[in-house]
């Protein structure tokens, strides 16, 4: 059984950052491309960013140049490295197996004075 679980998010200031975690068990980690999304209230799900299994990273035009996504084989862990956080990157993050064939609970991130 596929589990991710998310940790590490909270309320922080603007400009401020956050590091998210992701642990996954259930899978074959090493070979999986994980990624990591975010709903807003009110707005749909959005790719945030991803990593292949060789670590190649793409990431939503929102976010380019703040977050980073990576990835510790040994650990089954996912990364998101999010730095200069604005209001508007306040949502729910998830972790994802893939492009989503597994999902993760969520953490919540509120970006606010």
């Known amino acids: 059984q596929v589990q991710l679980v998310e940790s590490g998010g909270g309320l922080v200031q603007p400009g401020g950052s956050l590091r998210l975690s992701c642990a996954a068990s259930?899978?074959?980690?090493?070979?999986?491309?994980m990624g990591w999304y975010r709903q807003a209230p009110g707005k749909q799900r959005e790719l945030v960013a991803y990593?292949?299994?060789?670590?190649?990273?793409t990431y939503a035009d929102s976010v380019k140049g703040r977050f980073t996504i990576s990835r510790d084989n040994a650990e089954k862990a996912v990364y998101l490295q999010m730095n200069s956080l604005k209001p508007e990157d306040t949502a729910v993050y998830y972790c994802?197996?893939?492009?989503?064939?597994?999902w993760g609970k969520g953490t919540l991130v509120t970006v606010s004075s």
């Open positions: 990593i292949t299994s060789g670590g190649s990273t």
């Open positions: 994802t197996q893939g492009r989503g064939t597994s």
């Open positions: 259930g899978i074959i980690f090493s070979i999986n491309a």
